[in-house]
C-alpha cells in the first residue's frame, strides 16, 4: 500500500502545529507526537496507554473488534492446529517460519540448554517451600545473570541470541524447579528425548522412584495453550520488558522484570484468580449473585477471565481453550467437571446480560486454561508460571526487536504533576501551630 504524506494539526494555547501521521501494514494510523512538547510545550496525557503506541512492531497485531490475532502474519487458530510451539518460538524470533533444517537445528539448540547451572539448585534453597511459584521464578530467572555472563552483553548481536536461546530453553526447568521445591519433591532433569511441551511435564510430574510416560494428546494440549500465550503485542508484561530493556538492563533481569508484572491479577495472574472464583462460585445456581456483584460498582469484584483491554468482540484464544477444555476432560474421562459446567453457564448468562454486551466484555485467554491446567494435575499457583513460560518467547523477541530499532531510546515518561508549588522549609517548632 503507498504511504501517503498525511499530517494531523493542533492547535492548544494559541499555538498550530502539524504533526506527521505514520500508517502501519494494518491496523490505525498514529499521530507521532514526538516533537508536540518542543513545539507546542504541551504534553499529553494517557495513562494505562489506551490510545498510545509505544513503539512499532512487526512481531503481532491483534484486531479487537474482529477477535483476530496474528503472529508475524499467521493466524493464531491456523498455527493452533498446524504448528507447534518451538516452531512458533522460531517465527515470533526470526520473522518467517522455518524450513525443516532450520527447524531441526532450533530445536536442537533449544534441547541443548535446558538444564540450568548445577548451583543454582542451591539457589532455591534459600526459598520457603510455600512460596509461591511466581515468587521463586521472578528470583531464579533474575539470578540467571549471575550464571551466565557470557550472554549479559546487550551490545553483541551473538549474545542476545545466545541468551535468547537460554532463556526460552531454561525458564520452563526453572518453573518446573520451582513447582518440585514447592511440593518437597526433588527437581528432576529435563530429558533429550522428549519435545518441549512434554519435557515440561516430566519434569513437573516425573519422580525419581518409578518411570513416567507422557500421554501424547497431554503434551500437545500443554504446548497449544504455550503457543496461545506466546506473544499479545504491548501487554503490561511486554512493555515493563521493553523499558526495562531500554535502560540496556541484561535480558535475564529484563524478563524477571517481564515476570514479575505478569504476575499481577488484573494481567497474567487472572487464570489462577479466575478458576479460585469459579471453584467459589461453586455451582451454577449461585451464578446470579456474583453476576450482580461483578456490575456492582461499589463491589471491587469483577469477572475474573472476563474483559480485555483490545478485544471487544472474542478472544481468539479463549476459543481455542474452550474446544481443548473438552478434549482433555473427555482424555481424562473427567464428566461433569463442576468447575467447567460453572464457566460455560456464567459465560453464557454473561453473555445475555446487558451490562457485558454494553461494555463488550467476553471471557479471555485465562477464562478456560486454568480448567485444563487443573484437569492435566497442576495446582493453581502453577498456572501463572506455565503463562510466564510460554510467553518468554515473546518477551525476548520483543526486547530483541527494540534493541535492534535504530530510534530506540531510553523510556521515560512525563506526568501531570498535580503537587504543591514551590513552598519554603518549615522549622520543627513552627509547624502544627
Ligand atoms: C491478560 O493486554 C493483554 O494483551 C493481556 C493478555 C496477554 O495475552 O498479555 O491478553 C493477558 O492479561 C488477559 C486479561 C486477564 N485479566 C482478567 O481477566 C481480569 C479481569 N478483567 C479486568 O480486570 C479487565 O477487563 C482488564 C484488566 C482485562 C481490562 O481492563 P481495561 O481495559 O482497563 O478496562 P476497564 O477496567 O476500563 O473496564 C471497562 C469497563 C469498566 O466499567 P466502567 O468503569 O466503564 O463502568 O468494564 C468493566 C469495568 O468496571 N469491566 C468489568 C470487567 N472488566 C472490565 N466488569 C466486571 N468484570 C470484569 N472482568
Known sequence: MDKVNKTATLSVNGKTIELPVLQPTVGPDAIDIRKLYSEAGVFTYDPGFTSTASCDSAITYIDGDKGELLYRGYPIEQLAEKSHYLEVCYLLLYGELPTPEQLADFEERITRHTMVHEQMHYFFRGFRRDSHPMATMVGVVGAMSAFYHDSTDISDPWQ???????????????????????????????????????????MCFAVPCEPYIVRPELARAMDRIMMLHADHEQNASTSTVRLAGSSGANPFACIAAGIACLWGPAHGGANQACLEMLREIGSVDRIPEYIKRAKD?????????????????????????????????????????????????????????????????????????????????????????????????????????????????????????????????????????
Not at 182 to 188: H, Y
Open 160 to 202: 542476545r541470541e545466545v541468551a535468547a536461546i537460554r532463556m526460552i530453553a531454561k525458564v520452563p526447568t526453572i518453573a518446573a524447579m520451582a513447582y518440585k521445591y514447592s511440593i518437597g519433591q526433588p527437581f528432576i532433569y529435563p530429558r533429550n528425548d522428549l519435545d518441549y511441551a512434554a519435557n515440561f511435564l516430566h
Open 297 to 433: 460498582k461499589n463491589d471491587p469484584f469483577r469477572l475474573m477471565g472476563f474483559g480485555h483491554r483490545v478485544y471487544k468482540n472474542f478472544d481468539p484464544r479463549a476459543k481455542v481453550m474452550k474446544e481443548s477444555a473438552d478434549e482433555v476432560l473427555d482424555l481424562l474421562g473427567i464428566k461433569n467437571n463442576p468447575t467447567l459446567q460453572v464457566a460455560k453457564e456464567l459465560e453464557r448468562i454473561a453473555l445475555q446480560d446487558d451490562y457485558f454486551i454494553e461494555k463488550k466484555l467476553y471471557p479471555n485467554v485465562d477464562f478456560y486454561s486454568g480448567i485444563i491446567l487443573e484437569a492435566m494435575g497442576f495446582p493453581t499457583s502453577m498456572f501463572t508460571p506455565i503463562f510466564a513460560v510460554s510467553r518468554t518467547v515473546g518477551w525476548i523477541s520483543q526486547w530483541k526487536e527494540m534493541l535492534t530499532d535504530p530510534t530506540q531510546k531510553i523510556g521515560r515518561p512525563r506526568q501531570l504533576y498535580i503537587g504543591h508549588t514551590r513552598r519554603d522549609y518549615v522549622d520543627l517548632e513552627q509547624r502544627g501551630s
